[in-house]
């Protein structure tokens, strides 16, 4: 069992930045491929970044590429989103998520775990 706790979100304005973090509990967290996902109110969630258990593989979705950094600290059983240059249709929810896999994934349902999500909001 893994509980995702995000936090770091806020209001920016565009060309702004801001750093998100997922604190996980558990003592297994080293083991899990971990994502970050979004989602506008009415539409889909949308992968945005995903990191394998080690760090090796990291995977964007091309709207966010050169901007958006993922890493992770196995040791501080911590995720991180680092976004710059904003953009307000980056306005959305952002979740963070666990797969018991250890390769990431692009799809939603490939995760187990996720944390109740932190609101982004940039200003034109």
């Known amino acids: 069992q893994v509980q995702l706790v995000e936090s770091g979100g806020g209001l920016v304005q565009a060309g702004g930045s801001l750093r998100l973090s997922c604190a996980a509990s558990g003592r297994t967290f080293s083991t899990y491929a971990m994502g970050w996902f979004r989602q506008v109110p009415g539409k889909e969630r949308e992968f945005v970044a995903a990191i394998a258990w080690n760090g090796g593989s990291i995977y964007y979705t091309d709207s966010v590429k050169g901007r958006f950094t993922i890493s992770r600290d196995n040791a501080k059983n911590t995720l991180y989103l680092q976004m710059n240059s904003l953009k307000p249709e980056d306005t959305a929810v952002y979740s963070c998520?666990?797969?018991?896999?250890?390769?990431?994934?692009?799809?939603?349902?490939?995760?187990?775990?996720w944390g109740q999500g932190t609101q982004v909001t940039v200003s034109s």
């Open positions: 998520a666990a797969s018991s896999s250890t390769i990431p994934s692009r799809y939603s349902q490939s995760y187990d775990y």
